[in-house]
């Protein structure tokens, strides 16, 4: 898959969030990149930011967005064929913004989108 193919699942993935959902999230940043970190070859997406669940009254004064990010090597190297990445990637955002929500790995896998 190009990237520009996996950049269009990645903005579809995004589209599904129910827009109630949608409405809430503040201040995100949602990025693609090909491979992720070199200490984490198989890490398909990562959060990194201030979930909305921590953020204090003074949190926006001169923050920078909370980062998203989707990796394309590793969801292709696990995926079978172009369907299979459409619907990994889609439980990757899902995941990843379920962060940024304060919802943890641990409570993420016992809803089924670990």
Not at 10 to 23: F, Q, S, T
Not at 67 to 95: F, M, S
């Amino acid at each position: 898959m190009s990237r520009d193919d996996f950049e269009d699942a990645v903005r579809d993935a995004l589209d599904e969030i129910p827009p109630e959902l949608a409405r809430l999230i503040d201040n995100v940043v949602v990025l693609v990149e090909d491979d992720p970190p070199p200490d984490d070859p198989e890490l398909l997406g990562l959060y990194e930011g201030t979930p909305l669940t921590e953020r204090g009254e003074w949190w926006a004064a001169g923050s920078l967005p909370d980062r998203i990010t989707v990796y394309r090597r590793p969801t292709l190297a696990i995926c079978a064929d172009r369907d299979e990445v459409v619907e990994e990637v889609a439980v990757t955002v899902v995941h990843e913004v379920a962060h940024h929500f304060g919802i943890d790995d641990d409570r993420l896998h016992e809803l089924g989108w670990g």
